[in-house]
């Protein structure tokens, strides 16, 4: 891949993932809308059966990412919003994760020092080495399994 395409290709498959997963929920019958300013973290909002609405932040990690990286989510500014959830993708393993707010809060890891301190990160996979083959591969961590979806439910 020339380095021009592979720019191209890195700075728009957040907004590409973000379309296939909004996508995703209007086929699920969600009332959902899309800003047309990015701004706060929320790239979608979605309007429950109760009326009431809630933010969505979208996250997506590609194949392109380093082996043991493809379901890290790291440098995330956040502080607690009510109504607020993240989406986070991972495009190598395909799996989707939903957390509210308070949940990526008590989830997440946030850095003390450096030049993110204040910020956060989580990291929903893992690697192991298969003992057959001897070859690395990355799994999903059980830990984070309450938070795997394969529909979106949880917004109804």
Known sequence: MSAN???RHSAGFGKRMEHWIIGKMLKEGLDVY???VDDFGIDAVIRKPDGRFIEIQIKARSNDVLMGDCALFAAITHEFREN???IFYTERLDKTWILSSDEFIKESTQNKTG???GKRSIWF???KIDKRTGVKFEYTKE???KYLISNFDRFK
């Open 115 to 117: 030049k993110n301190a």
């Open 5 to 7: 395409k592979s720019f």
């Open 143 to 145: 830990r984070f399994s």
């Open 125 to 127: 996979n893992g690697t």
């Open 34 to 36: 899309i800003p047309l």
């Open 84 to 86: 607020y959830y993240f």
